[in-house]
């Protein structure tokens, strides 16, 4: 039973443009979101968070939606750079945010960035 | 500022073979978990412990036993391989109040 989705495996998009990852969840109970950036060879590292108060959060390049009554959250990646290219991870916590409380990751997305 | 540390980066075990993941932190985080990361599947949480002392099942505990040795250390050890648990397996740990994990760098692991 996947609890936090990310229905599509890779994506393609030109230097420049924007990148939009997706991400849906079933479990209501969450209540805390988080993208993870992950290189070959590397752990993950986090990259931006949001919590179910907020519909949106932004750090630089990087804006995260939430769409609670639809259970879907989304990466926004403007304008995107080579660098960029990786896997991107969804993650969902409860109870207010990750501490004591276990991460629940989704299957990942590849993103390419073409020059 | 080593972060999270795992030990080793690779290994190739025959089947049935037993082994332990060595896994460190230096932040003074509380929280500390063990995932592994399949094609396809994501990161699925293998075991956790929320402090010195504790330990909890995750998602897939299965053929693994941990070891929360100390608050920097947590171990991850399979007592009889099988090819089932090939995979890469990824240390992470939290702190209090934190919103986000921090992860080691990874262990391949081969059982054939």
């Known amino acids: 039973d996947q609890q936090v989705k990310q229905n599509s495996p890779s994506l393609s998009v030109q230097e420049g443009r924007i990148s939009i990852l997706n991400c849906d969840y079933t479990n209501s109970m969450f209540d805390y979101f988080l993208w993870y950036k992950k290189y070959p060879a590397e752990g993950p590292t986090f990259l931006i968070s949001i919590s179910s108060i907020k519909d949106k959060n932004e750090d630089g390049r990087f804006t995260v939606f939430l769409n609670k009554s639809a259970k879907h959250l989304s990466l926004h990646i403007v304008p995107s750079q080579p660098g960029d290219s990786a896997v991107y991870f969804c993650a969902a916590s409860g109870l207010g945010g990750f501490g004591n409380e276990k991460l629940t990751f989704g299957t990942g997305t590849r993103l390419t960035i073409i020059p | 500022n080593a972060g999270v540390t795992q030990t080793p980066k690779f290994q190739v075990l025959k089947t049935g073979q037993s082994m332990t993941l060595q896994c460190a932190q230096d932040?003074?985080?509380?929280?500390m978990y063990w995932y592994r990361q399949d094609p396809g599947m994501g990161l699925r949480l293998i075991y956790y412990?929320?402090?010195?002392?504790?330990?909890d099942k995750g998602e897939v505990p299965n053929g693994y036993n941990v070891s929360r040795l100390n608050k920097r250390e947590f171990s991850l050890r399979l007592e009889s391989a099988a090819p089932s648990q090939t995979s890469v397996y990824f240390c992470?740990?939290?702190?209090?109040?934190?919103?986000?994990?921090?992860f080691g760098q990874g262990t391949r692991l081969t059982v054939v």
């Open positions: 932040m003074n985080h509380n929280s």
């Open positions: 992470a740990s939290s702190g209090r109040g934190d919103t986000e994990a921090f």
């Open positions: 412990s929320a402090s010195e002392g504790t330990t």
